[in-house]
T-cell receptor, first 111, second 116 residues
Framework: DTEVTQTPKHLVMGMTNKKSLKCEQHMGHRAMYWYKQKAKKPPELMFVYSYEKLSINESVPSRFSPECPNSSLLNLHLHALQPEDSALYLC??????????FGNGTRLTVT | KNQVEQSPQSLIILEGKNCTLQ??????????LRWYKQDTGRGPVSLTI?????NTKSNGRYTATLDADTKQSSLHITASQLSDSASYIC???????????????FGKGTKLSVKP
């Protein structure tokens, strides 16, 4: 089992809904990330948090809003999404330059 | 432009056979290169890391090579098993973006299918 836990595993939401994806790690990693992965494509970086501060935002639309309440938790708040936002959303953590530890993702479907 | 190209795009082999996956990159300056394995519906898992000074590194039945001069890496899988069926992603880290992981360049992956 992965040491990065993501919930829920699957999510179906309408375009007017508000939902949140959650990610948790207890490895003491100070960097946490959100990636978006479409089918048959590599993961695309969305956000990076370093020491609980947002350090990278890869020009992600404002309908995606990240939050890092503490060093172990990372949330991604979703509002007014589009069908093309349907994808696998991966959370990852790392202690620095060491490998990314990925969660198993949330499979999001926007209807 | 920093790019990572993987080949083949997909590969089907019989159980017990060997195979080699290729990764060519243009990322410069170069820091390191990792191979990840991603099972369907799961997150990627790191298999091995190659730094500039390393030519070969093994992890069980997986052996990675790196030629920093030609900017090529390969992942060789020996005596394949059904559980090796997955996507294998080559990820190259450049040196020029500061300390974050924003400087990772992902390849598109090779989808390997091992048949009985």
């Amino acid at each position: 089992d992965t040491e990065v836990t993501q919930t829920p595993k699957h999510l179906v939401m309408g375009m007017t809904n508000k939902k949140s994806l959650k990610c948790e790690q207890h490895m003491g990693h100070r960097a946490m990330y959100w990636y978006k992965q479409k089918a048959k494509k590599p993961p695309e970086l969305m956000f990076v948090y370093s020491y609980e501060k947002l350090s990278i935002n890869e020009s992600v639309p404002s309908r995606f809003s990240p939050e890092c309440p503490n060093s172990s938790l990372l949330n991604l708040h979703l509002h007014a999404l589009q069908p093309e936002d349907s994808a696998l959303y991966l959370c990852a953590s790392s202690p620095g330059s060491s490998p990314l530890h990925f969660g198993n993702g949330t499979r999001l479907t926007v209807t | 432009k920093n790019q990572v190209e993987q080949s083949p795009q997909s590969l089907i082999i019989l159980e017990g056979k060997n195979c080699t996956l290729q990764c060519n990159y243009t990322v410069s300056p170069f820091s390191n290169l990792r191979w990840y394995k991603q099972d369907t519906g799961r997150g990627p898992v790191s298999l091995t890391i190659m730094t500039f000074s390393e030519n070969t590194k093994s992890n069980g039945r997986y052996t990675a090579t790196l030629d920093a001069d030609t900017k090529q890496s390969s992942l060789h899988i020996t005596a394949s098993q059904l559980s090796d069926s997955a996507s294998y992603i080559c990820v190259v880290r450049g040196l020029n973006y500061g300390g974050s992981q924003g400087n990772l360049i992902f390849g598109k992956g090779t989808k390997l299918s091992v048949k009985p």
